[in-house]
């Protein structure tokens, strides 16, 4: 049994013991940054995304992200109360109601909705769709090394991962 520090994560460092991790989170992070959809929407989808599944590591991760590209603090707060907060353009709504009805069960089963499908195609083309489902899985392909290995909030992965 393996105890954990509070100063290292649980697991040793996932990019040695799966090499191929590094080709993988490099794809998707050309595919999520393509242009297509501005890097501030995908920051704000991916912060929503680490709150959603209650996880302090990508929440830091994708707030410092939001910090350092300059946006506002009252942006970045108000990400969890997205739906009532004045600071959204409607294509990041749209944006980040796709990453709420992936991420959360609906008791009628269908998570994103004909009519959700339809808001965001108002604001993005094909392509930049495309780009957003890339973007909700770049964050989604993490999720489990950020809950089963629980990294430390705001150390970079070179600092903290076991070896």
């Given at each position: 049994?393996t105890t954990t520090t509070t100063d290292q994560s ?40 680490g709150q959603l599944v209650a996880n302090t590591y ?61 808001e965001a195609s108002a604001h993005y083309d094909d ?37």
């Amino acid at each position: 049994m393996t105890t954990t520090t509070t100063d290292q994560s649980r697991l040793p460092n996932p990019a040695k013991l799966v090499p191929e991790l590094g080709e993988v989170g490099k794809a998707l992070f050309r595919a999520a940054g393509n242009g297509s959809v501005p890097q501030t929407t995908i920051s704000l989808v991916q912060l929503r995304a680490g709150q959603l599944v209650a996880n302090t590591y990508l929440t830091v991760l994708h707030t410092g992200n939001l910090r350092k590209a300059g946006e506002p603090e009252e942006r970045i707060t108000a990400v969890a109360s997205w739906r009532d907060a004045p600071y959204f353009t409607g294509a990041e709504r749209a944006a980040l109601a796709l990453v709420e009805a992936v991420l959360t069960s609906n008791a009628t089963g269908q998570r994103v909705s004909d009519e959700l499908y339809a808001e965001a195609s108002a604001h993005y083309d094909d392509r930049a769709l495309a780009t957003l489902c890339m973007a909700i899985g770049q964050v989604c392909f993490f999720i489990p090394l950020a809950l089963i290995g629980r990294p430390l909030p705001g150390v970079s992965p070179a600092e903290q991962w076991r070896d």
